[in-house]
Antibody
Framework: QVQLQESGPGLVKPSQTLSLTCTVS??????????WSWIRQPPGKGLEWMGY???????DYNPSLKSRVTISVDTSKNLFSLRLSSVTAADTAVYYC?????????????WGQGTTVTVSS | QSVLTQPPSASGTPGQRVTISCSGS????????VHWYQQLPGTAPKLLIY???QRPSGVPDRFSGSKSGTSASLAISGLQSEDEADYYC????????????FGGGTKLTVL
């Protein structure tokens, strides 16, 4: 059974770059027609899809974040990563990594437990 | 403001049937599949319904989904106290280069 685990700093200063990693266990990131997503949830608010990546490196991003977001994959380490630049307090959220499908056809069926990132000086 | 529109709250008593609506447009619900997620307090969301009306293994058949045109609904029958949670709808949106959009979420209270 595939499991996902987020890791990275819990505190980031304004204007800096937020970097998180999601380690995939129980299966290969390169197998199956899966896409690997980042989804975030600000405190007390709803879910926001940030983007996803295929093991080949193909990506799609949320237009509202596209200029600041980069998602990358390392198949040799079975993980994928998120970088969000020029962060502000509005980027404070729980960040989830997740397993998705092409164009979200089958929904997000596996979620990490989430990691809280606070943007503050 | 979310692309998909859900009522912020819903409620029911144990045993009742409750429905939660999700309204979108031709670029999302109207042309793509809809999914529903359940989020219990302090936990990650869980896939409840996928591809409009399919239940993942382990999800009770008390939960059902439907879609018509640019709207979708989640129905919960035989409401139980453990169903108290936040519920989100989601769909792919074909505008721009395409991306996933979520509803703002519905807080379900079991009275």
């Amino acid at each position: 059974q595939v499991q996902l685990q987020e890791s990275g700093p819990g505190l980031v200063k304004p204007s800096q770059t937020l970097s998180l990693t999601c380690t995939v266990s129980g299966g290969s990131i390169s197998s199956g027609n899966y896409y690997w997503s980042w989804i975030r949830q600000p405190p007390g608010k709803g879910l926001e899809w940030m983007g996803y990546i295929y093991y080949s490196g193909s990506t799609d991003y949320n237009p509202s974040l596209k200029s600041r977001v980069t998602i990358s994959v390392d198949t040799s380490k079975n993980l994928f990563s998120l970088r969000l630049s020029s962060v502000t307090a509005a980027d404070t959220a729980v960040y989830y990594c997740a397993r998705d499908s092409l164009k979200g056809y089958y929904g997000v069926d596996v979620w990490g437990q989430g990691t809280t990132v606070t943007v503050s000086s | 403001q979310s692309v998909l529109t859900q009522p912020p709250s819903a409620s029911g008593t144990p045993g009742q049937r409750v429905t939660i609506s999700c309204s979108g447009s031709s670029s999302n619900i109207g042309s793509n599949t809809v999914h529903w997620y359940q989020q219990l307090p302090g936990t990650a969301p869980k896939l409840l319904i996928y591809s409009n009306n399919q239940r993942p293994s382990g999800v009770p058949d008390r939960f059902s989904g439907s879609k018509s045109g640019t709207s979708a609904s989640l129905a919960i029958s035989g409401l139980q106290s453990e169903d108290e949670a936040d519920y989100y709808c989601a769909a792919w949106d074909d505008s721009l280069n395409g991306f996933v959009v979520f509803g703002g979420g519905t807080k379900l209270t079991v009275l």
